[in-house]
């Protein structure tokens, strides 16, 4: 069994910091990208941010460029948004997703963390 566990969410003035973690466990042979995405009340999911398995491409959705930072620890298989100057537009809930292997012999799938409440007031 494969977990995704979020941690770091909360509620934060704006113009202030959060930093989220989002930590992979279970039977897992290789994970290939990682990525935040994060959900307003009424309004779809989105893509926050990924980033490839070696670290080395990052992509950021525009709303969000300059102002938070993707990065992982490939030996801790744990991938982290930085998030800096937040908006209260920023509010919603982030899910962490990655792209891995169970198994050498298996295809990637994809996986999700149960989400985090970020909060940020006005």
């Known amino acids: 069994q494969v977990q995704l566990v979020e941690s770091g969410g909360g509620l934060v003035q704006a113009g202030g910091s959060l930093r989220l973690s989002c930590a992979a466990s279970g039977r897992i042979f290789s994970i290939n990208a990682m990525g935040w995405h994060r959900q307003a009340p009424g309004k779809q999911r989105e893509l926050v941010a990924d980033?490839?398995?070696?670290?080395?491409?990052?992509n950021y959705a525009d709303s969000v460029k300059g102002r938070f930072t993707i990065s992982r620890d490939n030996a801790k298989n744990t991938v982290y948004l930085q998030m800096n100057s937040l908006k209260p537009e920023d509010t919603a809930v982030y899910y962490c997703?990655?792209?891995?292997?169970?198994?050498?012999?298996?295809?990637?799938?994809?996986?999700w963390g149960q989400g985090t409440q970020v909060t940020v007031s006005s």
């Open positions: 997703a990655a792209k891995l292997q169970r198994t050498s012999w298996k295809s990637l799938e994809d996986y």
């Open positions: 980033i490839t398995s070696a670290g080395r491409s990052t």
